[in-house]
């Protein structure tokens, strides 16, 4: 599938935002026809287009002062692509960041349109057997590659705190769900109380870590099962790589009716690898062992996604929400927590 955009109506003057580029990107002059892709349920994303240049801006969904603390860190999408640039791991040229809001009424950035497939079904429907399989294969080579990489070489040493970093992602998510809450949601509850109590120790691992990196947040190449660029960083930090890794693999816990999940399909006929050869291919490029209890893992993970679908269904509620799929997102809030409660009562630690 290629990428799909809405023609809505901007909500910012285009002449303006053009006036401003005209001043720091290269190529920007001409006319400039503005589209926002579909997706993108955080910060609203356009793509730029003038007569000689593709561009893609990404903005923050409204002021800051209408937004959750820390949320829509654009900021820090830019900084970590930029600093990615030349590495194993693909992303877009980075061209400019404006924290001016009186510029469009938000911060936004804007980098280099990466012309490609972005494939929005897990499953793959238009892919045979064998692309299915080499798309997977990708896909576990570069999270692979970004955990490899050295914070401190790439200039991101300060990009996170070090050490004890499931309390603090567990108190930040908790914060933001607590912030975002409409309705009662008992697993979620369940798992508030839960986590913290049953948190591995520190065992000293860090990493650059993506936050959301699954199959839509990636483009692939138009006709090759290459990986051009990984996209929507607002939820990189310096963290546990096993917490970045988990996060990832819950497709293959999650049913097709919640977020496009694996769960219930038949991964051999697909030529999708299983749970276990992914895990092995990870550890043999990454260097590192999936170790410690993988239930917490996920529940952790089910629980953090629960609370972004939350912050989403809140937007929804505000009438802030930044696309019209938000509402479908918002409403996985509850079924994905409670997915998360089941592995919590499976985990070793006992619930």
Known sequence: MSQVFDRETLPFAAEVLQAWLGERVAGMDGPLEITRFKGGQSNPTYLLQTPTHRYVLRA????????LPSAHAI??????????????????????LCEDESVIGR???????????????????????????AIYDELNRVISALHRIDPAAIGLADYGKHGDY????????????????????????????WLPAHSPADDGAVALVHGDYRI????????????????????????????????????????????????????????IPDEA?????YEQRSGRTVSGDWNFYLAYNLFRLAAICQGIAKRVEAGTASSAQAALYGRQAT??????WRFAQKSGAGA
């Not at 429907?125 to 692309?131: F, G, I, L, N, Y």
């Not at 050869?277 to 291919?281: D, L, N, T, V």
């Not at 079924?335 to 998360?340: Q, T, V």
């Open 277 to 281: 050869s992914y895990i092995a291919r």
């Open 166 to 193: 499931f309390a603090r992602q567990i108190k930040r998510w908790t914060r933001q769900y607590d912030a975002s809450r409409t309705v009662t949601i008992e697993a979620m509850d369940r798992l508030i109380e």
């Open 335 to 340: 079924p994905l927590a409670e997915l998360g």
């Open 75 to 96: 900021e820090r999408e830019y900084r970590v692509q930029a600093a990615l640039a030349g590495s194993d791991v693909p992303v877009a040229r980075m061209h400019c």
């Open 107 to 133: 911060a936004f950035y804007v980098m280099d349109h990466v012309d490609g497939r972005i494939l929005w079904d897990q499953t793959l429907p238009a892919s045979d057997k064998a692309e299915r399989g």
């Open 60 to 67: 923050k969904p409204g002021p800051v002062a209408e937004l």
């Open 216 to 271: 839509d947040n990636v483009i692939f190449h138009p006709t090759e099962s290459r990986i051009l660029a990984v996209i929507d960083w607002e939820l990189s930090t310096l963290g546990h790589p096993l917490a970045d890794f988990a996060y990832h693999m819950m497709s293959w816990h999650i049913p097709s009716g919640t977020l496009r999940g694996l769960a219930d399909s038949d991964l051999g006929a697909l030529g």
